[in-house]
């Protein structure tokens, strides 16, 4: 069946560097993706959404990329801080948030 | 933002025993809220959809008649996991659709269940 999937299950880097998170969808007719952030033992957090009619959406040390040809997604996160250790959802759906389906996660932790 | 309020957080019970869960909107009205399920690192799996008024719709291989979603209000749905086995042990997490012409979703802080 179609899928979102995340490449990296793990990623891990200094504090002060930019990350970049990826993530390979499947469906061709998804037109609406989102990220979020999963703290432990919490509820996932919105971060950033796009549509596909965009390749490139900033927000607050965030930016989202979408590039349609190869069905990929990255989530890019400037000047890593310890409070952005937490595991990273991507997530798609055609036309709109209800009922999406989520990626499989990638565990970012940010080394002092 | 948004914010969506899930409660309890944390539960622990005895095999057998039901457990309620109740997942409030607090600043929105929600006539749809999802219901999901998360074992430890894995990604959220969506349990039902919740609709307010009317009968919840299951995914597949989710048994109707062990988890009772319930949608009294427009900002209210509640989860009961009925007779409880220690299978059943997991993270839960609800989540509300604000908006009807740019839909978003905001998600609750999840309730963690142990099934002694």
Redesign the interface.
Same mark, same amino acid.
């Given at each position: 069946g179609e899928s979102v999937g995340l490449h990296l299950p793990t990623l891990s880097v200094q504090e002060g560097d930019n990350s970049i998170i990826n993530c390979a969808y499947s469906n061709s007719a998804s037109d609406y993706f989102?990220w979020?952030k999963q703290e432990s033992?919490?509820?996932?957090? $919105?971060i950033i959404?796009i549509r596909s009619n965009m390749d490139k959406r900033q927000g607050q040390r965030v930016t989202v990329l979408l590039n349609k040809t190869v069905k990929h997604l990255s989530l890019q996160i400037a000047a890593t801080q310890p409070g952005d250790s937490a595991v990273y959802?991507c997530a798609e759906n055609k036309g709109?948030?209800?009922?999406?389906t989520?990626?499989?996660?990638t565990?970012l932790t940010v080394l002092p | 933002?948004a914010v969506?309020s899930?409660h309890p957080s944390r539960v622990i019970c005895k095999s057998g025993t039901s457990v309620k869960i109740e997942c409030r909107s607090l600043d929105f009205q929600a006539t749809?809220m $999802?219901w999901y399920r998360q074992f430890p690192?894995?990604?959220?799996m969506?349990m039902a959809?919740s609709n307010e008024g009317s009968k919840a719709t299951y995914e597949q291989g989710v048994e109707k008649d062990k988890f009772l979603i319930n949608h009294a209000s427009l900002t209210l749905s509640t989860l009961t996991v009925t007779s409880a086995h220690p299978e059943d042990s997991s993270?839960y997490?609800c989540?509300a659709?604000r908006g009807s012409a740019n839909?978003?979703?905001?998600?609750?802080?999840?309730t963690?269940l142990s099934v002694l």
């Open positions: 989102i979020y033992g919490k509820g996932p957090q $919105f959404d959802f709109s948030a209800r009922q999406l989520f990626g499989s996660g565990q | 933002g969506v899930q749809t $999802f690192k894995q990604s959220l969506l959809t993270f997490i989540s659709l839909e978003k979703l905001f998600f609750g802080s999840g963690q």
